[in-house]
């Protein structure tokens, strides 16, 4: 007797190999038995001719860190097929900080100053667990949130005694079951840590088997350079790599990509890398001066000092105001901003590399948020698989699971095999398709049938969601 049957899927099983037709039994949890026809009862028997089943999505590259407990539903990940969110990327996490003040950018992204209440990591754990999300989450620690538990300025690198205090911080987060450490060394407020910085924190994370995760300290044309300091950080610490949001950011670097791809292959051949990356030629973040550009537009979707300005371009309030961008922009901080800095050739180039992840980095906290919180998914499996050909069906689904589950060595996840996690997405490949917009971001897809989370039902479109079955996925060695 099942708990769940479901009959006549074609199984796309996140090993990248061929769909094929089988009927799958869920009991407790946990995918029991695959077989051509299973004649077993079941509480629930779901006819999935015509559809196909794949693992649960795995967002690696998330800042939901609050979001799962503040709005556990995560309707915007669940509706897309996520079963799993990894959060703290970019070296922001919501633990273990404790603020003596306002959140420094980019550490805002989060929430205010009172909403960083996890000075432990298992705190931190606790309250997710407590939270009961829909999905599943995973945590890496943000270096710049340990760098701001023990720097009163920074604008500089860490002293001795400031390093040895985070990396004590990590070695806590990393026995409480951390996955790793993440680094977001273009912003300002991490820019001016040294190599040397960073690597004696990545040492910590080989002592543990965890892993490294970067934005570089420029995806702009010294890029390059950027990736061989992540590549000499990660060899150091004798950790795995994964580049977050692989890009070529600025009109500049456009055309790049096949070269950033050449050289990521060759350091594979002598270390473990991956990167993840968004299906979009746009990126978001707070407002950087440093990317305020005219080349390329930017729509600025939030601003503290002058919201009555968000949801409309730089260029038009600048004019408005008759200044340059530079001082519109200087105006409007603190900010967030959409920055349409990329070309549609390289997006699609990283995105069907075979050793990118797909992550959203979508940005939940952002009242008018990039497409990509509700949309990356299915826009790889809709526009990019389906309409564009620019990769398989299995490859595609290969990128949201398989490949995920190693890179972030998720135990019992990311493959529908027996003996592993009921988490899987039957989906329509032939409809599914993103529907959020620059424009009308917030709406979930299409094409997305139905979603089990530790073997609870958790969405069907249109229904009220029922399950709320997400764990916290510790780290296991
Ligand atoms: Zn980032
Ligand atoms: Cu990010």
Redesign the pocket.
Known sequence: MFDTLIRKARIIDGSGAPAYLADIGIKDGVIVAIADALDDQATDVIDAKGLWLAPGFIDVHTHDDLNVIHNPHMLEKISQGVTTVIVG??GISASPAVLAGDPPDPLNLLGDQAAFCYPRFSQYAEAVAQASPSVNVGALVGHTAIRNNHMDDLQRSATTTELEAMCSDLRGALKDGALGMSS?LAYGSAKQSSTDEVIALVKELGAAEAVYTT?LRTEFDGIVEAMNEAFLTARSGKVPLVI??LKCAGKGNWGRSGELLQHLEQAALSQHVACDCYPYAASS?TLDLAQVTDETAIFITWSEPHGEQAERYLADIANDWKVSLMDAARRLMPAGAVYYCMSEDDVENIVSYPKSMIGS?GLPNDPHPHPRLWGAFPRVLGHYCREKGALSLPMAVHKMTGLSAGEFRLHNRGLIREGYCADLVLFDAERVIDSATFIKPRQAAEGIEKVWVNGVLSYQPGATQTGRAGQFLYRQS
Do not use: A, E, L, R
Request: hydrophobic share 0%; charged share 10%.
């Open positions: 990327n970019c977001g934005h977050s949001h973040s980095d």
